[in-house]
């Protein structure tokens, strides 16, 4: 007797799934970057126009072949056309790379929201050197959430090449990580479809909290107006459409075979076609209600800060010259500056070296993106609110949420085709399959636990799942269109949720996203050829900043063969069928 | 008589100037931000508060242990600024014309520096000794670091939460296996109603060995009763 296939409880966990794998931290930590780069307000123009001719019907076609297939990614590949079954295998390869480094965020966020329950915060304040007459110099150069992340989380060594060992406290928190998600994920959908209700819904729980909290901050209005007001001729700027694809590309998740994987477990009528809209477009509407949230705090902590400086400069000043306390502020300081260079140059000039010229652009401009703006800048500014224990739990525990809600995805991409494939599935329960996967993960993912994990987690980060993403959704585009055949699909989309897709998606799967995502692939192609060596950054605790280093040839290595084995699968697949169909046809023909 | 007194006066302030003086040799600069200490409660530094300045060094001297016999006298303050800062030196009362090593009054300060803080209601940050380095006080820390208190307790949450999956898993799996034998049991039973009653309940049917088939996607049919 056939197992019946698991299903969702109500077409409202389906989309709370979509929407939790969608909405992670790239929503987050990446999107309010590229707007600060790339003209503030005017990057909502590119953003949304990609959003119309790439992701919502990127979005539908997946969740189309998923739903009308009823299988995980290799299967429905391998329904469409058995040469495709390549397509499948690298979307589980790359889908195996990501959750090996992505669970990793989840361990540093439960690092964080562990020490989130001392007063003072940890990162508050520089720890003290071993006979207490000083801060440490590392931090003192730094600052202090710099040093606490740097040193106490990463212990991060000075170079990729050495390797150092193995972080305990964080491999233990990557143990606790790869619990939660195994429990989460242990009984399929059952388990999936009630933990996406609460990681779907309570990061905008905390964002809203965050939000009203944020705009009540001091200095806020300047990183609001800072980001909202739009820089048009950014427009001109062809990297500021690229980054809007690749954004709104990646944010999506498409190509790793997890909406596929979501979609099979729907009733065969359900309306994907609603669904991929809401999703998408609840997506990009969280990106901007993050970087509304974000900016705010960039204010708030660019607002101290150039505060801070304007103190410094006046008590340093107010010492040299032994001037009265409270005699220059803020309003009078350059005047008295003037004043004081005229009455007293000599000293004056010996002092000029120490007096920083602050700046509040200079603040605001400093962008940030990536696991520096949200276990950095965020610290710094929630060290600065007033009962930062709250503000500090409720964040990171928004951070593992986004998190584990994407990981859910990660995981359903890798373990339906595993579950759907008979051979595993009658030799061993679905608990164990989960199990394995979970456990060969963690064990990965230790190398990322040792000091020099962060930069290969940086390697990961940036190149195991760009590129081959792009080939996979072209190939994925490609066959759907034209392989497949445009008109079965409208057949089949029409038996699943009762009408024919409108002109518009047609256009749009059969001409306008593969070109765009063809310009993607080769901008991306020309750019790895132009740039030459590649680098990276590495923390140098002598001087308490980031320096630019090359990749040894081992790391290089390691990237390409990161590229190479998931873009490889696709040919070798189809390159296997044809060899089996060759023999077994010459075996037909021996026998007849 | 009063020449004499003069004399003497005269004397004293020329050693009070060759004492105390900007970067003289053993003398200290004191700095301290009143405002930015206690705000609007700050109170106005005046020659009472420059008394009490001196009798908290002399105690710190008395208390180091050699200058038992410091007086406030032997306190020497000069150059008071706006800022409010100024310079003191003490001199030795049992040797003449000296002042009393550097070294030794950093170390009498430095042992009785939170006494001499709040005396004024300030800290280390707002009554700056210049050139005495101050003993930080460390962070306290708690026997058992608190983030393995509570990575603990997630811990074990979550293990129990496998483990309750797991367990129940296993008895729904044992108790589908055991179905298939109560079946039959049941079957018999139902043949025996059939007699009686008109239509089975559904549930039995399913149980019974038969293929569901897969065109049929949606697995949740009920077979038609028969």
Known sequence: MEKSRPLWDNPLQFVFACISYAVGLGNVWRFPYLCQMYGGGGFLIPYLIMLIVEGMPLLFLELAVGQHMRQGSIGAWKTISPYLSGVGVASVVVSFFLSMYYNVINAWAFWYLFHSFQNPLPWAACPLNSNHTAYIEECEKASSTQYFWYRKTLNISPSIEENGSIQWEQAVCLILAWLTVYLCILRGTESTGKVVYLTASLPYLVLLIYLIKALTLHGAVNGLVYMFTPKLEQLANPKAWINAATQIFFSLGLGFGSLIAFASYNEPNNNCERHAIIVSLINSTTSVFASIVTFSIYGFKATFNYENCLNKVILLLTNAFDLEEGFLTADNLNHMKEQLMANYPNEYVKLLPQIKNCSLEAELDTAVQGTGLAFIVYSEAIKNMEVSQLYSVLYFFMLLMLGIGSMLGNTAAILTPLTDSKFLSTHLPKEVISGIVCFINCIVGLTFTMKAGNYWFDIFNDYAATLSLLLIVLVETIAVCYVYGLRRFEKDLHLMIGHKPSWYWKIMWAFASPLLIISLFIFYITDYILTGTLQYQAWDATQGQLVTKDYPSYALAVIGLLVASSIMCIPLAALAIFIKRRLKREHRSIIA | ?226
């Not at chain 2, 007194?5 to 900007?22: D, G, K, M, N, Y």
């Not at chain 2, 053993?26 to 700050?42: E, I, M, Q, Y």
């Open chain 2, 1 to 226: 008589m009063q020449g004499f007194l003069l004399l003497a006066f005269s004397l004293v302030t020329t050693a009070h100037a060759e004492f105390c003086r900007p970067d003289a040799q053993n003398a200290f600069k004191v700095r301290l931000s009143l405002k930015t200490a206690l705000g609007d409660n700050a109170y106005a530094w005046d020659a009472s508060e420059e008394y009490l300045f001196k009798a908290m060094v002399a105690f710190a001297m008395r208390r180091y242990s050699s200058q038992k016999t410091t007086q406030i006298s032997n306190v020497l303050l000069c150059n008071v600024t706006d800022r409010v800062s100024f310079w003191f030196v003490v001199t030795d009362s049992s040797k003449n014309a000296t002042t009393v090593p550097r070294g030794e009054v950093e170390a009498a300060i430095r042992m009785t520096r939170n006494r001499i803080n709040n005396a004024f209601l300030l800290n280390d940050r707002t009554m700056q000794f210049l050139k005495i380095s101050s003993t930080l006080s460390p962070p306290t820390e708690p026997s058992v670091p608190i983030w393995l208190v509570v990575f603990g307790v997630v811990f074990c949450l979550i293990v129990a939460g496998i483990i309750f999956l797991i367990v129940s898993g296993i008895q729904q799996r044992k108790k589908n296996n055991k179905e298939p034998a109560e079946t039959e049991n049941l079957e018999e039973k139902c043949e025996a109603t059939v007699t009686i009653e008109n239509g089975m309940p559904c549930d039995m049917l399913n149980l019974k060995t038969g293929q569901i088939n897969g065109g049929y996607a949606a697995d949740d049919e009920r077979f038609t009763p028969l």
